[in-house]
């Protein structure tokens, strides 16, 4: 993989970095007028002239190539001390190229700017205290017995170009340092944009099953309704005309509240903020007048006090006694009576529908396919509690216990059998 700033150019040339043309016309304007000032401050022979113009050249492709730039200034330091050349301004550049080498430059780079730094260190130590005046400099030394004085004044001069040119080096990891941090926090900024785009795609897609599952709920629902309206009012049409407006009643009234309730669900599909009222335990009253309406003969009973139920378990309660109710009018026998019971507890409901099957007895509903049982089986998952649904001899059970809202979280509901089908 390719470092981030680095072209495919630079991929093929690891000496040199992808850098804006602004930036390199910038840096080369600079150099030009670091040549020409440093020219009038250190105007002398022509060796001075070469090494400011090394230096300035190294100064101009600092950014560009780092190395090219610690290597013109290597050459250019060279030049100065075999030409005795004293301190010069020019040296300054050296500290730029050592910044870069260790901001921009890649690992080889980077190391061979921190070997720089200890090399130049004792050279530069050396030069200035020894090589600077001459081999005689150092007999005379030797002669008069100053040799530690001399070696004292090399390791000093050597600690203090070690210092500045180690606290230029030191500045450029730095600022690699700051901006490798600034990029790893963008890059968790996306993961965790990323994290979230997934999470809200997820949610949504939950949104979609949950409203699949209540457009299967109130279609399957109405459409038996109509359906057993139809069939009773072809039936009872000679005999009993008035039936025939009950029914064509019961049918318009059923289509129009399924029509309603596919619009909300639709709506939801296309806006996330458009909600919709949705069924709760009072709406159960009505359910069953509907159901009866049908044909069906529902026998209600409810034991014990009602508790207080989160609007989760309110819906799963409502959904499962419509889907069950809605499975005994299209499979079951509706010529005897289905039991529909609510047992309170404290802590739990149960929701028990029984209904007998027809003779012979008509396959149960398929728990892999569809929405219907499976879908009430995750519903009661989902509000906490459990559901077992099958045949039991002659008689198609479903049987549901839900947490109330008073039920602590530390208690977990009895364990889930798989839907028998």
Do not use: C
């Not at 013109?72 to 004293?86: F, I, R, Y």
């Not at 730029?96 to 890649?106: D, E, F, K, N």
């Not at 949705?278 to 409810?302: F, H, K, N, S, Y």
């Amino acid at each position: 993989m390719t470092e981030p700033g680095v072209s495919t150019r630079a991929a093929r040339y690891r000496w040199i970095r992808d850098i804006p043309r602004r930036s390199l016309a910038l840096d080369i304007v600079i150099a030009g007028l670091f040549f020409l000032l440093l020219l009038l401050a250190d105007s002398g022979s022509p060796a001075t002239v070469v090494v400011l113009i090394t230096f300035a050249a190294a100064l101009a492709v600092r950014r560009f190539s780092p190395a090219l730039a610690l290597t013109l200034a290597w050459l250019a330091a060279a030049v100065q001390m075999l030409a005795g050349e004293p301190v010069l301004g020019g040296d300054v550049a050296v500290l730029a190229v050592l910044y870069v080498t260790a901001a921009y430059a890649g690992p080889a780079t980077r190391r061979a700017g921190l070997i720089s730094v200890g090399v130049g260190a004792v050279v530069a130590g050396v030069y200035l205290a020894v090589a600077q005046h001459g081999l005689a400099y150092l007999g005379t030394a030797l002669a008069q017995g100053t040799i530690g004085a001399l070696a004292w004044s090399t390791a000093m001069l050597s600690f203090v170009s070690l210092a500045v040119l180690g606290l230029s080096w030191t500045l450029g990891l730095l600022k690699r340092t700051r901006q490798t941090a600034r990029e790893s926090k963008f890059t968790q900024y996306r993961a965790l944009e990323e994290q979230r785009a997934a999470e809200r795609a997820v949610v949504v897609e939950q949104e979609r099953n949950r409203i699949a599952r209540d457009m299967h709920d109130v279609v399957a629902h109405s459409l038996a309704v109509v359906i057993a309206q139809a069939d009773g009012a072809r039936y009872a049409r000679l005999q009993n005309p008035e039936a025939v407006d009950e029914a064509l009643t019961t049918i318009s009234t059923t289509a129009r509240e399924a029509l309603g309730d596919v619009r909300i669900l639709l709506a939801r599909l296309r806006q996330d903020s458009v909600t919709g009222p949705q069924p709760v335990l009072a709406d159960l009253d009505r359910l069953v007048e509907q159901m009866r309406g049908t044909g069906l003969d529902i026998d209600w009973t409810t034991t014990g006090t009602p508790a207080a139920l989160g609007s989760g378990a309110q819906l799963a309660v409502y959904r499962i006694v419509q889907e069950a109710l809605t499975n005994a009018l299209r499979h079951g026998d509706t010529g005897r009576t289905v039991a529909l019971r609510l047992d309170w507890t404290p802590d739990w409901v149960a929701v028990t529908i029984e209904n007998a099957l027809r003779l012979p007895a008509a396959p149960a509903p398929r728990a892999e396919n569809g929405h219907g049982l499976p879908g009430m089986l995750e519903r009661a998952l989902l509000a906490g509690g459990s559901l077992t649904a099958g045949p039991i001899g002659g008689v198609f059970s479903v049987a549901a216990r839900l947490p109330t809202a008073t039920k602590t979280a530390g208690v977990l509901p009895a364990p889930v059998p798989e839907v028998r089908a």
